[in-house]
């Protein structure tokens, strides 16, 4: 595979250098914020090599690569692009959020980095269990091979340094998405956890020693294995260290900016603030678990129905810190139903994934399911969901209810996981060696359940690869898909704002006249009154107002693209009169825009009408000098 070569597709597929504001990956996903997301032609990326799947998440716009491919592709992209300073944080694009996204949004990058530390520890843990745990006859494996003894020993120790010290790399990786200096959130870190202060894990064994600072008596504990004490107290810490850099002069800032911030917050976290969220911690953690264990099988199958869909939000990237401290308790609340339920829904994907490649005869489709059916039951779902059962819907609904039928099984059984691992087929290492069976019971009902309801949905809707694959139901001719025949007359397409008209290729901007991202027509516009080229629906209003989507009756796809960088005008000069879902017929006005102000920006006002997603088909343009809207300016000839 050409890292390379593939960078340089998914760069110039996406608009071009000069369009990313900056690239980061997870596990899987190539992540891009771009300046223009209209820009982008996810059509052609779907067909670059070792792409699994392309989609917007908010303002982010986030390419599949899978698990390995996806580090070396972002390194290639990264050095391509040769600038650093681009790829810093684009905090003023996540903050068109809304708050709840925002808050998910900054727990999942502060915990997706210590993932992988988390994993190995919870993993070493169920190493350690199958060496320690009464599998034989009654007996552990130390028992009768004492020689192994002190193999489990270390290996006990590797497992639990990751969750003892965990404030560490949690004050590490906070800080600095807080904006601080991450070396002092370890430091913070490693405050909390000093080998001096009694253990969060002895609470209610012993005494702690007590400080008795002016009077003032505070209990010296410690706070191995939690979470929300070092959030808190890693924005405090980076709080404090911005605005003592604000006010410190440059010559006293290295030495008494790192001194206050440590010695104010680490006061703060032993009087008020480490008492007060270790207890909220430990009230969320028993919340949890008692709704989850009185609901019993029916919160089980809830769960595990909602939990794809709460995966396509990134939403569960927030469940790290719940699901940590349920196991960092787990004397108290047994373990996790969260590792448990993510498990049922990964197998689930994967069954449907591989439902699909027995039943499908598209290659394309083959090759994808193949590789991101076996990622899922794995533990990575992102390919099988984005690239095969979303597109082809039934199988996402297959495998959500099989996903229900699994958790819920494991919810009437009481099976937690005791650490942190590969959701899948590997979970068992996390899970206690009693629970085995059941754990595995609930994955052969999640994955039976879901290749079952996939084949039958596909049987009962005759569910076909349509466009390369992407999948849809097979109904009686639609008025729509007859007129796409090759003997059907053209389809004509009106001018939608007044002015010169020429081919895309003639356009002033290098991206669209490449016709990378589509066929159809630039015009210089002699005003800014932009209407409807057809009648159709608006499928798509770009937040800044400069470009509209629309589809036809035909059910092709158009997008009207007002001026060249107009995006970083940021909707100023711009006024959309429809909204998304809006019915329209041709002329209706959709977009009024301010060619004065658009041009006195530096910004070309230059438009483009192009049709993105057109396929089988060629496009004839009128070129024109003083066109008028309603004239003709293409047809598409199928």
Known sequence: MDY???????????????NIRSVTHCATRLRLQLRDNSLRNEEALSDVEGVKGVFLSQTQFQIIFGSGTVNMVCDEVQKQLGSPDESQPEEKEEKKGNVIQRFVKMLSDIFVPIIPAIVAGGLLMGLNNLLTSNLIDGQSIISLYPQWQGLATAINLFASAPFTFLPVLIGFSAARQFG???????AMGMIMVHPDLMSAYQIGVGEPAVWNIFGLEVAAIGYQGTVLPVLAVSWILANIEKRLHKVTPSWLDNLTTPLISILVTSFLTFIV?????????NLLAAGITWLYNTLGALGGAVFGLVYAP???TGMHHSFIAI???????SANTGGSFIFSTASMNNVAQGAAVLAVLMLTKNEKMKSICSASGISALLGITEPAMFGVTLKLKYPFYAAIIGSAVGSAYLAATKTLAQALGAAGLPGFISMKPEHYMDFAIGLVLSMAVSFLLTVFFWKKNHLEEADGG???????????EISGKDDAPAEVLQVPVAGRVMPVTESSDEAFASRALGDGVAIDPADGTVCAPCDGTVTMIFPTGHAVGLTTERGTEILIHVGIDTVKLDGKGFETLVKQGDLVKQGDVLIRADL??????GFSSQTMMILPELENASVEVFPADGAKVGEKALEIIR
């Open 4 to 18: 390379g070569k593939i960078a340089g597709e998914v760069i110039r597929l996406v608009g071009g250098k000069n």
């Open 180 to 186: 601080g200096n991450p070396f002092l959130g370890a």
């Open 273 to 281: 603030v480490g008492p007060v969220m270790r207890e909220a911690g």
């Open 310 to 312: 709460i995966t396509l």
């Open 323 to 329: 699901e940590t401290q349920l196991i960092a308790d």
């Open 470 to 480: 992407s999948g849809a139901a097979k109904t009686a001719e639609t008025p729509a």
């Open 596 to 601: 004065d102000q658009i041009r006195a920006a």
